[in-house]
């Protein structure tokens, strides 16, 4: 990772290759919505020479001109894959979204990557750099992934480098501030009127070479002598936190004690600490001028991925299984090792149909090869596991995607990642493996969506496609669960967020031709009797010829939560035929789950058949059902009927600073709060259990009230009575609605 001055190794209109599991490096980049992620991957790109100095590709689009629904956005909403080479290396760098709403596209470049780049604006505000990625960084730290951060828009008013890092250092090393520290100080010209500071070249830490990009090429300047207190005190402070990860132990005492430490050794301890993923080096970077081969920063930051960054074979594999669970040995990182590889996105392209996104994490695979694909998919909610399903699939053409383009490859080795068109019913989360030996590699938790999205089909001609597109939909995004309630006879899009709704939307019109509306959510209300009540059915209709006659009375009674519908027959003296007695029961039925009052199922009553009176000739199987069913009516006009709404356990986890806020908004949705733990990370789990139809939007809100910091979850707990006001008004509302119809 020292100062060099590279000629570009790669080439514009050529896919990137590589020959094995050494010279590649997967890289995901994580950051706030905004942060600058996909101009840095255009300037690495720029740098590497896999773009010209217009920042095109040979077709005329950047890396990031592939998705119509991005450039209306001007937000990304899906992973994209940039391959580029860089001293020998392939480097796959993959750019993720940065709004919450896409964070099964975050999951997925995870997944595929073996360390990560955390990129930050000066710009934004501490709590925005906190909200959006130090889950994320945890969610590294916890399974070892190499970390480094790297500062943009030092050029935007009123930023500071030295405040970033500061920032950087409480959020992501708040356990080890002295592990997250800059390799260069950033070099600004002066300040214009407006406030600006352009960057103009760089300081490495180490070697004290100063570099200057103002002419619009990498040069080396000698240092200035303001620099110089600055400088060696940032200087002295990395030198500390690299020989405190440093394996050798008498290093630090013969440092303090007033030795010399090469600058070797320093650059090898540095590059082995950051592989190991326990010291976070801060960069800066900025994209080229105009007309200029280089961005500022990007030289280094490809030489710290290259050099400082772990390649596949130097990270641990997920572990194995046979489809039944039986466990099998570790896989390795080897391209002549049988093939293992999973599907870590899935997407749908109008001309080529589905393309399936594959790491292969061992053996090599090639176009026309009959693979098994065997998977459960992703966790469900609530962390169960799917159906395991097989099927023997041939795999079509490799390419490596770059802008629009699809650059065709010959074959895929261990560590790498390809772009595989029609590859039968695979889905997110596959396992590939040699034909006749099914594996199963560990599976990749997914959030559970919890912003429900009711649609129905715009016109008659959309009703059917929208089934057919719904269901690619949901199978391309993990993230997106498709409900068909049978209560409320909606279909309904649970999403992540609004962006996520609206994006789900514009795909399924721009992509599927599918023109659908949306329509409010309705939760699943019951009904039930407050009190016990009597009815009787009278259905008499004789108007000549076969007539109809059936009268039954019943008593209803409420029982407890959960007990549903009981019929009771106390019939004496036979004044109701035994072979009617169950067609009573069946209008009963039929008529508790059309509902009593405001169209909602009846449940939790006990209905006992008491007596009736029946006809030798004109009584009938329908008529006693008609018969149960006006009973069934006439006892709840004469007793209250209650509205049950459904109410739900939630968990909300959320820093410290906000369970006052949290629990306050709670409260404000008839929730009732019933515990909270304290959890890792200065965080608390607050528990609480809060009626359904207050939290349709909470993901959104909670979002907001915590800045982005705060995530929840949610199941199904009971029905429980709903305040008389509230159901009052529903009865209203779904009265005026029978009326219109």
């Not at 490495?204 to 619009?216: E, I, K, M």
């Not at 299984?321 to 002549?336: I, L, M, N």
């Not at 399924?508 to 009787?536: I, K």
Request: net charge negative.
């Amino acid at each position: 990772m020292g100062d060099r001055t590279h000629a570009h190794t790669g080439a514009a209109g050529r896919a990137a290759t590589a020959d094995g599991p050494a010279s590649l490096r997967n890289v995901v980049l994580v950051g706030h919505s905004g942060s600058g992620k996909t101009t840095l991957v255009e300037a690495l790109a720029l740098t590497a020479g896999a773009l010209n100095r217009a920042g095109r590709v040979e077709d005329g689009t950047t890396v990031s001109d592939h998705d119509e629904i991005e450039q209306r956005r001007r937000r990304s909403v899906q992973l994209s894959l940039v391959p580029v080479e860089w001293d020998g290396c392939k480097i796959n760098l993959l750019d993720t979204p940065g709004y919450a709403d896409f964070v099964g596209e975050l999951r997925a470049g995870l997944r595929a990557a073996d360390a990560a780049l955390f990129v930050v604006s000066a710009a934004q505000e501490a709590d925005a750099v906190a909200g959006a990625t130090r889950a994320v960084w945890e969610e590294c730290a916890a399974v070892g992934m190499p970390r480094a951060i790297v500062v943009t828009h030092l050029d935007t008013a009123r930023t500071s480098f030295d405040g970033m890092t500061r920032i950087c250092g409480r959020i992501f090393g708040h356990d080890d501030p002295d592990a997250v520290l800059p390799l260069y100080l950033p070099v600004q010209g002066p300040e214009g009127p407006d406030g600006h500071a352009p960057l103009t070249g760089l300081t490495g830490l180490l070697t004290q070479r100063v570099f200057d990009y103002s002419s619009g090429e990498r040069r080396e300047v000698p240092p200035s002598g303001d620099q110089e207190g600055p400088l060696q005190e940032a200087r002295n402070r990395l030198i500390e936190g690299i020989i405190a990860e440093s394996e050798d132990e008498t290093l630090m005492d013969h440092y303090l004690g007033g030795g010399e430490v090469t600058l070797t050794t320093l650059t090898d301890d540095l590059e082995r600490a950051v592989a190991r993923g326990s010291f976070h080096p801060v960069l800066t970077a900025a994209p080229a001028a105009e007309g200029a081969r280089q961005g500022i920063g990007t030289v280094e930051l490809l030489d710290l991925i290259t050099r400082g960054f772990p390649s596949p074979a130097e990270r641990a594999l997920p572990a194995v299984t046979t489809p039944d669970g039986a466990p099998r040995p570790a896989p390795v990182c080897d391209p002549a090792a049988p093939l293992l590889a999973e599907v870590v996105r899935t997407s749908s392209d109008p001309y080529v149909g589905r393309v399936s996104l594959v790491r292969v994490f061992s053996g090599t695979l090639r176009p026309d090869d009959t693979v098994h694909v065997c998977g459960h998919g992703l966790t469900e909610p609530g962390g169960g596991a799917p159906p395991c399903h097989e099927t023997d699939v041939r795999v079509g053409a490799l390419s490596s995607p770059f802008g629009s383009q699809q650059r065709p490859l010959e074959r895929c080795v261990a560590g790498d990642l390809a772009s595989v068109s029609k590859l039968g019913g695979a889905e997110t989360g596959d396992t590939l493996a040699v034909n006749g030996e099914p594996l199963l590699m560990e599976p990749w938790t997914m959030p559970d969506p919890l912003l429900p999205l009711a649609v129905r089909a715009h016109g008659k001609a959309d009703e059917d496609r929208l089934s057919q597109g719904l269901a690619r939909l949901v199978a391309e995004d993990p993230t997106m669960r498709l409900e068909q309630n049978q209560d409320t006879h909606q279909v309904v899009l649970w999403c992540m967020g609004e962006a996520h709704a609206e994006v789900a939307l514009e795909r399924l019109r721009s992509r599927y031709g599918v023109q659908v509306d949306a329509e409010p959510h309705r939760v699943p209300l019951r009904e039930t009797f407050a009190s016990r009540a009597l009815g009787r059915g009278r259905n008499v209709k004789q108007s000549g010829g076969h007539g109809q006659y059936a009268i039954c009375e019943i008593e209803v009674e409420p029982l407890p939560p959960g007990a549903g519908i009981e019929f009771v027959d106390k019939v004496v003296g036979g004044s109701v035929p035994r072979q009617f007695i169950a067609s009573v029961e069946k209008g009963v039925r039929a008529q508790a789950a059309r509902g009593v009052a405001a169209g909602h199922p009846l449940v939790d009553v006990r209905v006992t058949l008491l007596d009736g009176k029946s006809h030798s000739v004109d009584s009938s199987d329908a008529a006693f059902q008609t018969a149960g069913a006006l009973a069934l009516r006439e006892a709840a006009a004469e007793t209250r009927v209650q509205l049950l709404e459904p109410v739900a356990e939630v968990g909300v986890l959320v820093p410290d600073d906000y369970v006052g806020a949290v629990m306050s908004d709670l409260a404000g949705r008839r929730g009732r709060v019933v515990g909270t733990e304290q959890a890792s990370g200065e965080r608390t789990l607050v528990r609480a259990e809060v009626p359904e139809i207050e939290i349709g939007r909470y993901t959104v809100d909670l979002r907001s009230l915590t800045h982005g910091t705060g995530r929840f979850d949610r199941a199904y707990a009971r029905h429980e009575p709903m305040p008389p006001q509230l159901a009052d008004r529903i009865r209203e509302a779904s009265e005026n609605t029978a009326k219109v119809s």
